[in-house]
């Protein structure tokens, strides 16, 4: 799970990708509900990147108000990409999950909460033992008020980290892009695979 490349590549040198999407089976594994669309018309859409997805999932999950969750690939140039072709660090994707949220049950603010609180943004490109741009810290939202509100969240998340000695976040906060489902072996993985393998690892710190 070690991606070769800890620069993001341009378009120009990404790998080039393919038009066939990978195929998954669409019902989740924990609560059977679709993970593709359609969703119903009063859900949010919002793709995280925290590490390696197998673990960043299962934070999101079991959230009431999460409708559903999937991980794929996003923020990078190649159409389409395989898992190998990702690790090899040449798509310039990020590992990423798509929480599907009714945000009249659960607030962005509290998903904000989670997602910083279940890593190390300050890492760069790496978290903990994996390294590669694949594993970067990411928040790619839908809506423009996700994005001023993940702004704030960071500048209010970055207070806290200082003072207690780490150092500056290196998140991206960018709008969404393309979402590519990951293979559907990957999907739900800790949950068929319960002693799997998961590196994510908080800094302790809470976010106000």
Known sequence: MFAKSVEIPSQDQALPGRDEKIQ????????????????????????????????????????????????GYSAGH?????????????????????????????????????????????????????????????????????GEQAALSLQEYQQNLSASGFNRITTEILPAGEFYYAEDYHQQYLEKNPAGYCSLGSTGVLCS
């Open 24 to 71: 998954i089976d669409p019902r989740h594994a924990v609560h059977g509900r679709s993970m593709v669309e359609p969703f119903p018309p009063n859900m949010h859409r919002l793709i995280l990147g925290l590490g390696c997805f197998w673990g960043a999932e299962r934070k999101f999950w079991n959230i009431e108000g999460v409708y559903t969750t999937a991980v």
């Open 78 to 146: 190649t159409s389409n990409p395989s898992y190998a072709e990702v690790c090899t660090g040449m798509t310039g994707h990020n590992e990423v999950v798509l929480v599907v949220y009714d945000p009249e049950i659960v607030s962005l603010d509290l998903l904000l909460k989670v997602f910083w609180e279940s890593h190390d943004p300050t890492q760069g490109m790496r978290q903990g033992n994996d390294r590669g741009t694949q594993y970067r810290s990411g928040i790619y939202y839908t809506e423009a008020m996700q």
